[in-house]
């Protein structure tokens, strides 16, 4: 069965540090992974990775895909208070497979002034 | 202003009431996804929709209806809603494109009270 695996669960800290969120998954042929940020509403995409290797980059964020060992990470450097959300990542199917997405159970970061 | 909108925003019902959930985009987006949002366990996907008259089953569609009979459209409904339905769900919508789903849009979230 396919599944997408995030941790931490839940993370704390203080502004200006850094944090590496993960996303390890046992998916079959997908075509992009993407990372959403929801605070307290609906999820906002962040990034769409659909090359291994290749960072994608904005602003403090930045998130990358490595297919062989079949994960992705997102980084957040220098982080504030306004990054405080539920991190969710999820793969996207090629169009022959469909429309089923599986999420993760979402990164719950709170960062302390 | 491109969109994806959902009404009700909160309800609050009783067992066995049957019940619809709308949700309508304007962007001409091919696809169409219902979540559902509980605490510790992320999205799961309830049905999807690839285009009109198109439906297929996610994750979780156990007591769940769909239709898409419009393509801007895609309502959910809860024929015989039970409390374990309790939830926060979610609308979305994506173009597709020769590869694949691009990114999805969010409507605002319908949160649900089953008593």
């Known amino acids: 069965e396919d599944k997408v695996v995030q941790s931490p669960l839940s993370l704390v800290v203080h502004e200006g540090d850094t944090v590496t969120l993960n996303c390890s998954y046992e998916?079959?042929?997908?075509?992009?992974l993407l990372w959403y940020k929801q605070e307290k509403k609906a999820p906002t995409f962040l990034f769409m990775l659909?090359?291994?290797?290749i960072e994608k980059k904005s602003g403090r964020l930045s998130s990358i895909l490595d297919k062989k060992e079949l994960f992705s990470i997102l980084n957040i450097t220098a982080t504030q208070t306004g990054d405080s959300a539920v991190y969710l990542c999820?793969?996207?199917?090629?169009?022959?497979?469909?429309?089923?997405?599986?999420f993760g159970q979402g990164t719950e970061l709170s960062v302390k002034p | 202003e491109a969109q994806v909108t959902q009404n009700p925003r909160y309800l609050i019902t009783v067992t066995g009431k049957k019940l619809t959930v709308t949700c309508s985009q304007n962007?001409?987006?091919?696809?169409m996804s219902w979540y559902r949002q509980d605490p510790g366990l992320g999205l799961r996907q309830i049905y999807y929709?690839?285009?009109?008259?198109?439906?297929d089953k996610g994750d979780v569609p156990e007591g769940y209806k769909v239709s898409r009979k419009e393509k801007r459209n895609f309502p959910l409904i809860l024929e015989s809603p039970s409390p374990n339905q309790t939830s926060l769900y979610f609308c979305?919508?994506?173009?597709?494109?020769?590869?694949?789903?691009?990114?999805?849009?969010f409507g605002p979230g319908t949160r649900l009270l089953v008593l």
């Open positions: 929709s690839m285009n009109v008259e198109v439906t």
């Open positions: 979305a919508s994506s173009s597709v494109r020769d590869r694949g789903l691009e990114t999805q849009y």
């Open positions: 998916v079959t042929n997908f075509r992009s």
């Open positions: 962007m001409n987006h091919e696809y």
């Open positions: 659909t090359s291994s290797g």
């Open positions: 999820t793969t996207a199917p090629i169009r022959e497979q469909g429309g089923k997405l599986i």
